[in-house]
Structure formats: C-alpha cells, structure tokens
C-alpha cells in the first residue's frame, strides 16, 4: 500500500536504532526523553532548564532557534546565537540536543552546533530540504505535517533515507481536525500503524497536539501505551512567560513529575525509562493516577 | 468555555458512576470491558462469544440488533429476534448486555431486554432521541458524533441528563479525517478533555476509530493510559465471516490476550480491570510489548 | 463506485422534476430560490418576510418551528405554534413554504402544514426519520451531513427513495473542516459530482456554509454558475435580532438585490430565475460586480 | 481578525493590480486565464499546448519543471531542460509563463526562464523561500496550502510583501477533507473572504481542487462567478498520456470550449474575458449549460 523501499518495515528485519549520544539512542527498550522550551530565549533559560531536566531521565534537549511563524512580525527566533547558547549547554551538561532547520542554508551551521536535526510540520514536504538533510550527516527528526496523510509521511522520511541519511525518526504531533477545543488532534493510531510500516522510531509530541499544558500528561502516557519510541515534551522556567506557544508548556517541576509516572506506563508495555539519577523504577510513584 | 450545567464537572465534585449490573459499574477504579460482535447474528455466535469472554474480565457484551447501515439494501439487523437472543445470553451468562437504539419507539423495547442502550455517532444529535433517552430508565452509551466538537458531545449528554436520566457514559470513538489509512482518528485529546470537563465516565471505542483489527491493541493499551474508564472493542468467534466491520473485529482469543496486556497498563495509571477468574494480576504477562 | 440504485442517473435519463406547488418546481431550466428566517418567531415577522419576498422571484418560503440546537437550553422552535404561522402566510401569499422535521411523530402534522419537508444536517443518517419519510407524501428537503461523504449522502436520499417517496431535492450546506473563518466550507465539487451522479435536484444553502452575511451573495452566484438547481438564503426583517444564526442572515433588502443579481448568472449558463412581477431579464442590473 | 500589515485591505483602497507582462494583468476587470499540463515533458508537447491555447483568451502558460513529488522516485521534473523549453515558447508564441520554484537557490534561474513564480501548496508555509521570493523581482503565484487557513494563506503573502516584492497573486486550489470523491475540496468561501480581506489579486485553480476533468468546468465558472481574478487550469494534448495528475487535465479542445463557456459568466458578474482572436463575446455560445 504504501511503497516506500528503504523505509519499508521488509528492509529491515530489526527496529533501526538512531544514536544521538554514546548513551542516548531511539529504537530500543528505553525510550527517549527530550525536554525544553519551544524557543531558546537566554543561555539563563536553557541552563535552568537543562540544570533541571538532568535531574531526571530526559536525555535530550530542545528549544529552537530559527522559528517558523505564521507572521512575519514574530519573533523568528535567535539564529546563530541561539545555536551558541545550544552548544554552550550541550557541553555544560553533557546533553544532546535537538534544534529545527528551516532552510538548506543552515544545515552546515545547525550540523556543527546540534545533535540532532528538526524538520518542522510546515516543511515535512519541503521536498528540496529533505533531499539536502540527506547528506547532513546528523540524525533527523522529522515532524508529520499539519495534515499529512501516514504514506506522505513515510515518504518524506525516503526522501532522507534515498539521499544517504539512514537516521531519521518519525514525529507525530497532532493532525488539523474541525474542532478547536484542542490545538490539534493527537493520531495515536498512525503511531500505531507506523510502528508496523516502518523500521523507523516513531516518536511523539503531546504539547503541540493538544496546546493545553493540562492535557499533556495523559497523552504522553497514551502515546507510551502506544507503543512510541519517545517523546519530546515542552517545558519552560516560566511557561507563561515563554515567547511562543506558552499555552503548552510544562514548568520544569510538572516535566519531572510527568516522567515519573511515566516509567510504569513504560514497564506495562515492556519498554523502560532510563535511569540517570540511581532511582529505581519500583520506588517511582506507582500509582501516577490518570 | 462550554456552557452545560449537569455535565459539567462542578455540578458533582465526585466522578459519576453508572452502574450496568449489582457489580459492573463505570467511573470507579475498576475499568470496564464491552466485547462482542459489530451485529448479533445468532445465538450460537452469541453463546460463543459470552462463553470465552465470561473467562476473562470482560464485563458487558455488545451486540447490534437496530444496525444503522449507509446502505437500505445492507443488513439492518435482526431487530426483535436479535433482542430475544441477547436476553437469553445475558441471563444464561449473567452478564449484562449493551445495544443500539435508533429510534424512539424502539426504547421501550429494547430498555426491556438490555442493561444500556446505545446512542450510535449518527444519531449524537438527534435530539428527540436524546430527549426521549432522558426517560429511558436505563443508562445510556453515547457515542461521539462522526465530525462532533468536544462541546457538541457534552451538550448532547446534557440532553439526556436535562431529561431525567443521570445515567450517560460518554465513547471516544474516532472522528473524520483527511487520512483513510485508518478508519477514523481515535482523539484520546478529546477523552483526557472530557475527564476535566465533566463527571461522566468516558470510555473508548478502538475498533471504529482505527478499523484495522492488527492496531486495536496499541490504541486500547493507550485509551487505558489516557484515563478512560473503560473500553468497548468488537470480536468475534469467526472476525473475516462478520456481517459487518468484518476487518476490524478481534478473534476471541486476541480479545483475551489483550484484556490480559492492559492490566498492567491500567495499574500503571492508578486503575484496576476486574479479576473474574481468580487470576492474579501479578501473575498476569507481566511484558505485553507495544 | 456509489452503489444507488433509484437515485443513480442511470435509472432516469431525464432530470427529476420536483413539484412544490402548481407553479414551483427544482430541476428544470428555472431555479427556485428559497428565502426566509432560521426560525419561525412570530406571525408578523413571517408576513412582513413574505410581504417582501413576494416582490421577489422568491419561489418559496422557509422557516423553523422545530430547531436542532446544540444546548437543550437554546429556543428549541415555537411547534406546532410555529406551523399555524406558516400555514396562515402560505395561504395568505400563496407561497409554497418548507420547515424541519426532526423525529418520526412530527411527520403528520409537518406534512399537513408545509408543502416541503427538510431532514437537517444532524439527522441525514438518522435512518429511522428517511424511512418515514418514504411515506410522508410530501417532497424531502435532504441537507447534507456536517461531515458527510457524497457517497453517504446519495444513500441517505437512497433510503426515502426506497421506501416509495421519489420527490426528494438535495442540498449542500457546507462541511466542517479546520479553518473557523467561515463557518463551514461550501463544497460546490459535490454538487457538481451529483449534478453527475444522481438524477435528483441539487439546491446550495450558502448562508449555512458560510456563516457570514457579507459572504452569501458571491457564494450564492457561485452555486448557481456551478449548475445548482436553487438556492435556500437565509433573511430576517432584522437580521441582528434574530433568534439563531443571526450573524448570516440577509436583510429582506438584500435579499432582493442578491436574487436581481442572480439573474444574469443563471442566463449565463442557460438557466433562468422565475420572473413573478413583470420585471424582464434584460432590465435587471447587468453588471452586479462579484 | 488577520494581523497583516501589507496585505491588508485597508493599506491599498484600490485592487492591486499585478502586471505578467505589458498586457497581462491579474486585478483589473479582465480576467487572467492560464492553461497548460502539470509538468513540461517535451518541446513538442508545450508548442502544441500554446499553438492552441493561443487561439482562445488564454494569457499564460503553466509547466511544471520541479516537480514536488510524494516520492522520491517518482519523476522530478525536467529542470533546467524544462526552463530552456518554456523560454523558447514564451518566446516563440509571445505569451507569459508560469512555473514552481521549490527551493531558494532555483530562484535566479527560474527568475530568468518564467514571468511568474509559483509557490507550490507543500511551499506556502517555507517562510525562508517566501522570504527569498521577497526579492526575486518578478510577480509570485502563491498558492493555498493543503490546510491552511485563511490567515495562514495572507501572512504567507505577507512574508513575500515585507521582503520587497509586491507583486503576490493569492491562489485556491482546494483543501482537504474526509471525501476522497473529489481530490480536495474547493473553498470558494475562502475566495470571496480574501476578496474582502486583502487587495492581491485572487486565482482559482479547479483542476487540482476536484481532481476529475469532468468537474472542471463547473468548478470554473463557479470560481468566475464568486469574484476570482483569474483561473489556472490543467490541459495536455493527450490528457492521459500525462506524466502527473492525468486525470485532471483537460483536452486542448475542452480547454477551448471552457474558455467559450466562461466568458458569459464573467460579464454576469461585470468582469470581461481578454478577446484575443476578435471574436466578439455576443458571439460567444450564450448558453453553455451548467
């Protein structure tokens, strides 16, 4: 049905493993954690965040400087400032982290100061982009469009592949629907049905699929029940002073509760959370009521 | 922001309960499972069902007998003789049964045969049905409406509620999307949604949402890490012989095997699923894998 | 592909003609306009919108006394109230007039009051309502579901078709789709594909589709140079103090200056409006600016 | 509502007019018609599409010559060959082109092959390549996302006015929803809102809205009739024979006999269709049937 060659589930007999890090890799028994702002505002904001988050298992960061809005009044974001604050942090913490690339322009620059390398929705078929990411030589983690149908998605992801990058994983976050309660509507079955497709990880972003802070909790266990690879959560120091999308974001101790009562959801489901701090998952909150 | 008085969640500060039998009851901790056929299409595939399901913690049977097809020229279901059939399993089993009602005159009818009675996605906007439903003596299922807001369904519970009858569960059953790889999108944003904005018990619907029996299970597993408080999922002795929604519908013996995965998945979440058997839930497969 | 058997074209190779009255009629060169309020509020509203309509090729009238609404709170329509005023301004006028029926016990007394029965978008699959209808021995009004495939759609009509009443008119009345600018998105490739589809009349309801006033007039041209076989407009003799939907309704004024402008558009592709009070085609304003 | 500066209705209180070349311009009374396959395939088959077309009001060409394609293994377009055979009819038959531009490094030479730069649906949202078009010096198609909204569509516009160019031509071309009858669906409502919304000049293309050629026609005469500035519709020499979107595209005859058929359409609603052969619209077929 859908004719990917290289992102076809038949290429490849085992899960393909994405490796961020020596220690942080997509694909395997432990899910992947990455936490941070949706926007790098100050190197203060992203060392309080990572200060934070490394108390816990997220494994990588995010927070993005080279930002697409809809209005071209808005903030665009911090550019190659940004970046420093990016590597700055990474090197700090010894984290990885994850930022989008908008335009090929800035894959060598976003290529020598990140992890990983962002495809955001509106680009998912920015078909010239994807085409130059497979040659960038870093992991790509490319978010479904705004309404992309699964077999675009899978073929974006070729585009990659065919181009010489064998690293990419997948995003979901929330497809268009009629209905505004929710920013978007959260399709935990393409998640499911990826999973099957595809050799890729398939991962999830909740804050952008629902854009209420208060429902993120229970989709990301959703999505961990699902069978997601990871998450990528925002959270922030101060959501409601976040410059973008303060709406969605976690604070930093809501982040660390979260993935707390996460780790069960994992175990139930026969994948686990890693474990930075020495804390046993059997000592975790058991009982992180729905 | 959504303007119901007896659905809204300050009208009780306790969750609601709706009790199906002397010990089936939605909203507690206890989540309830509703296994069965899309249509009843005789008492030896009722039998059946009712036999292997009673062996694990299945709670209700469902069973259409009114079936709103697309199609005049479709099976419209066995009507009266279907209800006799689903009396006779329900007394032989001692289990309570579940049916959809399409019409007003066939409430009283199918109020004396059933323990609740359906609203199907159709009919969540036929108000007079709903009015009339608020006098049913009995408690309601109502299904979301195919293209419905989050605000709709409330409001359409708020019918029923507004006319007598306290007793309605809400079901997240998929809504219309640009994608047809699934049937519908399962919206587990609307079901974490309704758990704030109301003090009905929500349950799940997997099998219509997602319309491919290999990706029922994630989606269960994910309903149960969401919140809801119970699922309603189709099987059937023999799925590719069903009448109807052949290529959605569980074998038994895959219900039982997921009843047994989403234990641990609903104790993860700080929620039981009944123990009718005598198994454990320690003992019970501990790693059922996403 | 759409498995119809009495509304497929092939079953009548002439356009169905139905008859609202001796003189009126959807689904010849003549388009019938119907014009009127969301709902029925009082006798003198009805007369001073027939009054001015009249001067109008307005062919007929329309106005609700049962009202779907989405609150059990909102006005739910003045009944059997309501139709006494529509049935004493159709004998007064001499105007065909057409009203909502939304449950099977309304039928017989709709019937014997309007000349028209509408089926709302909220009950296009409420299938028990389209039996009934079969046997009304009045023509049908079918508005299109908010999230109705054609196929559906064509089916729905299917089932009153079956069931022995052949008059039944469709109309597209927008769907729902993700932008909330306008109301719902008027979907003129359906009513083109029915054009080839189905035998039977197809009308457009742009006030509903859009939802804004000053939108309805380009909607309107729109539909008819798309082949529409009529147009149901919404006016009120004081649109901001409407009921319902006051946001899309016409002046009466407007309204007459919209169907004047109607006119050369239906010329345009070989269709005509009906000339009442003498006024020529050729004297109406050629040039009304889209 | 919409927070655009440039594009605003209030910065201009007359139609922007954007000139195509010294006689083409879309915004004015006159119409602007452009037709041609999805994708330039040989020399031969473009001088066969303008030996035809140049014998009807069609003012400009369309050809494909980067091809964003689902599939990464699908045909990618003929590039550079694909610019030199465009150049060599525009010159040959003294009629403007149109062709995409997918990325911002094909914007130099694609600026000195074509009179006009389309930015394709995957595109809208590529705010570095909007940004970039912002200086590319010629007049820019920019066409509606697959879900984007109304204001998304304006700000995207409004990338490309903020950055130097104002020379921005808003095209719909259908967006989509939950019925794969039809391809996308037409929102003729967005047309007439962005008519009150923004002074660029509109453009509908039916062909990629419907996706069937059979619907094209009403589609277009519904687009006219709404108040759109322009059409761009797909016609092949031998339809299917084409290399994308075959089942779309019309016949060069059925190209012409559309055109015929619009003219009285356009004068319905006070606009004019360019009379290039002399031939008179009193002359035209009055009565092309809807």
Known sequence: MINAKLASQSHSEHQTIVKLSETVAFGGDELVIIGGP???????????????????????????VYKPRTSPYAFQGMGETGLDVLAKVRSQYNIPVVTEVMSISQIPIVAAHADMLQVG???????????????????????RGLASTIEEFVMAAEYILSHGNPDVVLCERGIRSFDNYTRNVLDLGAVAA??????????????????????????????????????????????????????????LEDMLSLVDCLKPVAVAVGRSIAIKTGVDVKSAPIFCAA
């Open 38 to 64: 949706c926007t790098v505002e100050s190197l203060e904001q992203m060392q309080m965040v990572a200060e934070t988050l490394s108390t816990a298992p997220v494994q990588a960061l995010r927070g993005g």
């Open 194 to 251: 990826l999973k099957q497709i595809t050799h890729l990880p398939v991962i999830v972003d909740p804050s952008h699929a629902v854009g209420k802070r208060e429902l993120v909790a229970p989709l990301a266990k959703a999505a961990v029940a699902c069978g997601a690879d990871g998450l990528i959560i925002e959270c922030h120091p101060e959501p409601e002073k976040s410059v973008s999308d303060a709406r969605q974001a976690l604070s």
């Open 121 to 143: 929705s509106r680009n998912m078929q920015n078909f010239d982009l994807l085409k130059a990411l497979g040659e960038a030589g870093k992991p790509i983690l490319l978010k």
